[in-house]
């Protein structure tokens, strides 16, 4: 029910954007910021029906279950949804290596934007052969 503009409604209502995607942060269990991703519909459905966190991938156009390459299953712990459901929080254990990046890294988010603007400073290396 919104209160004051507030949505405070509790029915999953989970709002696409124009193409059909709903963005989605991943974090581990211990709240590490592993990857961000889309999915659709679909991917959500599998995600929720499985336990296994899907995603739809742009740059192949096709629907990804985490972890079919890599090993890095992402298992569904708990999903949370933004104040106006148009971006998920995926809460994970990730098997395999403990990774999600496809450079072999544990999380997507390992370099840093320095003070000028111009230049990036890796803070991570990788933990397994990229994939």
Excluded at 2 to 24: H, Q, S, W
Aim: net charge negative.
């Amino acid at each position: 029910m919104a209160t004051g503009g507030i949505d405070e409604t509790t029915e999953f209502r989970p709002r696409f954007d124009a193409v059909g995607l709903i963005t989605c942060v991943t974090v581990a269990a211990d709240g590490r910021v592993l990857m961000v991703a889309g999915m659709n519909a679909e991917a959500l459905r599998l995600t929720l029906d499985t336990g296994i966190v899907h995603y739809w991938s742009r740059s192949r156009a096709t629907l990804w279950r985490k972890g079919d390459t890599s090993g890095q299953v992402q298992r569904l712990l708990e999903l949370r949804v933004d104040c106006d459901q148009d971006v998920l929080l995926a809460r994970v254990e990730v098997g395999g290596d403990g990774g999600a990046c496809h450079t072999g890294r544990r999380s997507c988010f390992y370099r840093v934007v320095e003070a000028d603007g111009a230049t990036l400073r890796i803070v991570e290396e990788p933990q397994a052969v990229p994939i």
